[in-house]
């Protein structure tokens, strides 16, 4: 079922069965009261017969009844045994075969007729002519009541007509209001699925409701999908890119080995060490790929002490690098909630970059700020000049290509320690001096010990 039915039916029922219990209970309460009056009326009257009855005992009592016959009724005298002690007083004779009854209370009662209006009846004790207890029944046609019933039952019906007609237009208004935003949004869905043109839904003139928010929320999902595929897209074509390069290198040199190999055995050797280079730089850039795509995704995180961190990473260095590293540390336990691995990777990137970049002393500084840490790898090299600051973030981006090449740079490792930092809710920027040297700062958020 559409929803627009569906809202149109809900509201459309919603509203019928409130109406129904509304003028149910209004007809009902009417009735109530409309018969109370009837009965407290009939029951004034059989009292004042009773009163005249007593009052005037000369006078014939059918004579005296005859005075107070109702237009719509009929007055009876019953005895003890049932059995009528006076004839039926009655303009209508057709009333005669309503039932009668003895009673030595004062009653009331509804006698129900079929195709015309009830009667009302009320019954009350009398002395009779001979000394003994009749009950007086006084009848009433409840017409007038009857009548007034039926008119407030059709108005009754027609207010519910009149209500529901609004009530209906609302539903389908409401359905029309809520449904025209999702459907312009599937077809935009749609025409993005089909033609990957990253649309957009227009948002000018609209009112600022949830459905506004849905939308807006769809643009930015919008820009970030399209921002994420154009990233993909570059990353995929940088990667070939840089793959290109070793592979065209190998395989000249094989063609190279398959030319002239035999008659220059010398050309062997270099072209064995070339082609292993060239297959260590390609494994390089693939382990490198697959370390920034493993990046994207959040590992295992544990309370994790960074000096303990910072010390084991610049252990690994000591024994490859006959290089000074000096660490300087305000506090032994400083913990923050990470990736043992990646926060490792990151302080490792840095570390193989002083290195790589300067030949003197690298100073490794991990300050204990209100709520973060802050490590610090400062090296006394070439620096960066301020135009590149930005860009040696991005991947493959290296300030010298044929430099970082030899040193066996691939262009990755500030991005994925860039990636790594974000993931972790931290941040990486760097200072730099050109000829005097760099410092690269990680700011992490810091936790309790306990
Ligand atoms: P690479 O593998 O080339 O080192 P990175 O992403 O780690 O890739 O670094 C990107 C570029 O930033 C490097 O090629 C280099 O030009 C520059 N760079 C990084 N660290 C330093 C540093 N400590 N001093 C000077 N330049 C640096």
Same mark, same amino acid.
């Given at each position: 079922?559409?929803?627009?039915?569906?809202?149109? +039916?809900?509201?459309?029922?919603?509203?019928?069965?409130?109406?129904?219990?509304?003028?149910?209970?209004?007809?009902?309460?009417?009735?109530?009261?409309?018969?109370?009056?009837?009965?407290?009326?009939?029951?004034?009257?059989?009292?004042?017969?009773?009163?005249?009855?007593?009052?005037?005992?000369?006078?014939?009592?059918?004579?005296?009844?005859?005075?107070?016959?109702?237009?719509?009724?009929?007055?009876?005298?019953?005895?003890?045994?049932?059995?009528?002690?006076?004839?039926?007083?009655?303009?209508?004779?057709?009333?005669?075969? *309503?039932?009668?009854?003895?009673?030595?209370?004062?009653?009331?009662?509804?006698?129900?007729?079929?195709?015309?209006?009830?009667?009302?009846?009320?019954?009350?004790?009398?002395?009779?002519?001979?000394?003994?207890?009749?009950?007086?029944?006084?009848?009433?046609?409840?017409?007038?009541?009857?009548?007034?019933?039926?008119?407030?039952?059709?108005?009754?019906?027609?207010?519910?007509?009149? =209500?529901?007609?609004?009530?209906?237009?609302?539903?389908?208004?409401?359905?029309?209001?809520?449904?025209?935003?999702?459907?312009?949004?599937?077809?935009?869905?749609?025409?993005?699925?089909?033609?990957?043109?990253?649309?957009?839904?227009?948002?000018?003139?609209?009112?600022?409701?949830?459905?506004?928010?849905?939308?807006?929320?769809?643009? =930015?999902?919008?820009?970030?999908?399209?921002?994420?595929?154009?990233?993909?897209?570059?990353?995929?074509?940088?990667?070939?890119?840089?793959?290109?390069?070793?592979?065209?290198?190998?395989?000249?040199?094989?063609?190279?080995?398959?030319?002239?190999?035999?008659?220059?055995?010398?050309?062997?050797?270099?072209?064995?060490?070339?082609?292993?280079?060239?297959?260590?730089? @390609?494994?390089?850039?693939?382990?490198?790929?697959?370390?920034?795509?493993?990046?994207?995704?959040?590992?295992?995180?544990?309370? *994790?002490?960074?000096?303990?961190?910072?010390?084991?990473?610049?252990?690994?260095?000591?024994?490859?690098?006959?290089?000074?590293?000096?660490?300087?540390?305000?506090?032994?336990?400083?913990?923050?909630?990470?990736?043992?691995?990646?926060?490792?990777?990151?302080?490792?990137? *840095?570390?193989?970059?002083?290195?790589?970049?300067?030949?003197?002393?690298?100073?490794?500084? +991990?300050?204990?700020?209100?709520?973060?840490?802050?490590?610090? =790898?400062?090296?006394?090299?070439?620096?960066?000049?301020?135009?590149?600051?930005?860009?040696?973030?991005?991947?493959?981006?290296?300030?010298?290509?044929?430099?970082?090449?030899?040193?066996?740079?691939?262009?990755?490792?500030?991005?994925?320690?860039?990636?790594?930092?974000?993931?972790?809710?931290?941040?990486?920027?760097?200072?730099?001096?050109?000829?005097?040297?760099?410092?690269?700062?990680? @700011?992490?958020?810091?936790?309790?010990?306990?």
């Amino acid at each position: 079922m559409k929803l627009s039915t569906k809202i149109r +039916l809900f509201s459309s029922l919603f509203m019928l069965i409130l109406v129904l219990l509304v003028n149910t209970a209004i007809y009902y309460m009417f009735h109530t009261m409309s018969l109370n009056g009837e009965r407290a009326e009939l029951t004034e009257q059989a009292n004042e017969i009773v009163t005249a009855l007593n009052d005037s005992p000369n006078i014939a009592k059918s004579d005296l009844l005859r005075a107070y016959l109702p237009t719509d009724g009929m007055i009876r005298v019953v005895g003890k045994d049932g059995n009528l002690l006076m004839s039926t007083l009655t303009k209508d004779w057709s009333y005669k075969d *309503l039932p009668s009854s003895y009673s030595k209370k004062q009653t009331s009662r509804i006698i129900p007729l079929k195709d015309q209006a009830n009667f009302l009846t009320v019954s009350k004790p009398i002395i009779w002519k001979n000394g003994e207890v009749a009950t007086l029944q006084v009848y009433k046609q409840l017409v007038a009541h009857t009548e007034t019933m039926e008119t407030l039952f059709y108005v009754l019906m027609v207010a519910s007509i009149i =209500v529901l007609i609004p009530t209906i237009i609302a539903g389908s208004l409401l359905g029309r209001f809520i449904l025209n935003p999702i459907k312009s949004l599937t077809s935009t869905m749609k025409e993005n699925i089909s033609s990957t043109n990253w649309k957009k839904i227009n948002l000018e003139n609209r009112s600022r409701d949830e459905l506004y928010e849905m939308e807006k929320t769809f643009n =930015v999902m919008i820009d970030y999908l399209k921002d994420n595929f154009e990233k993909q897209e570059i990353f995929v074509s940088d990667a070939s890119h840089e793959l290109k390069t070793p592979i065209s290198i190998v395989k000249s040199y094989a063609q190279l080995l398959k030319r002239r190999g035999r008659e220059n055995p010398e050309l062997i050797n270099e072209s064995v060490q070339a082609i292993d280079s060239e297959a260590d730089r @390609m494994q390089k850039l693939v382990e490198q790929m697959l370390l920034l795509a493993k990046n994207q995704e959040q590992g295992a995180y544990s309370k *994790l002490n960074i000096v303990q961190l910072a010390w084991a990473t610049v252990d690994q260095f000591k024994g490859a690098y006959n290089r000074e590293l000096i660490v300087e540390t305000d506090s032994q336990d400083i913990y923050v909630n990470g990736n043992y691995d990646q926060l490792q990777q990151v302080i490792y990137i *840095l570390i193989d970059n002083a290195l790589k970049y300067s030949d003197k002393s690298v100073n490794i500084t +991990l300050s204990q700020q209100p709520s973060e840490v802050q490590i610090n =790898v400062q090296d006394y090299g070439q620096g960066i000049p301020q135009e590149e600051m930005e860009k040696i973030f991005d991947r493959f981006y290296r300030m010298e290509k044929s430099r970082s090449r030899e040193l066996g740079g691939t262009g990755l490792g500030l991005a994925i320690a860039k990636a790594i930092m974000e993931k972790h809710h931290g941040s990486l920027s760097v200072i730099s001096n050109p000829g005097e040297g760099s410092t690269f700062s990680m @700011m992490l958020p810091t936790i309790n010990r306990n």
